[in-house]
Nanobody, 123 residues
């Protein structure tokens, strides 16, 4: 499956952004999907993941309570709603998918990666 992420941009601290990731090539309604991010000079890290039905989601501690992952299988799209953004959320955000219905926080378990979208949060 090919993934195309969009929605990044520049936002003030405390603001909100909504990232979208559209899948093509095949339906991903049975895949677990998620988001990772990589800040400048840092390793890539897990952000959020959701199972095939959208009923189970998991978050990194750093974003819990501020970010919400969701999906619309009819549109083959996954979303990341980001609220109360902080400067430390600045990073390139990648959407991912794996050929399993079970979510994972491990990046090596995701075989499909989008190109990344840059989120910059200014203080």
């Amino acid at each position: 499956v090919q993934l195309q992420a969009c929605g990044g941009g520049l936002v003030m601290a405390g603001g909100s952004l909504r990232l979208s990731c559209a899948a093509s090539g095949r339906t991903f309604s049975s895949d677990a999907v998620g988001w990772f991010r990589q800040a400048p000079g840092k390793e890539r890290e897990f952000v959020a993941t959701i199972n095939w039905s959208g009923r189970s989601a998991y978050y990194a501690d750093a974003v819990k309570g501020r970010f919400t992952i969701s999906r619309d299988n009819a549109k083959n799209t996954v979303y990341l709603q980001m609220n109360s953004l902080k400067p430390e959320d600045t990073a390139v955000y990648y959407c991912v998918a794996r050929s399993s219905s079970v979510p994972s926080t491990r990046e090596w378990e995701y075989g499909s990666w989008g190109q990344g979208t840059l989120v910059t949060v200014s203080s």
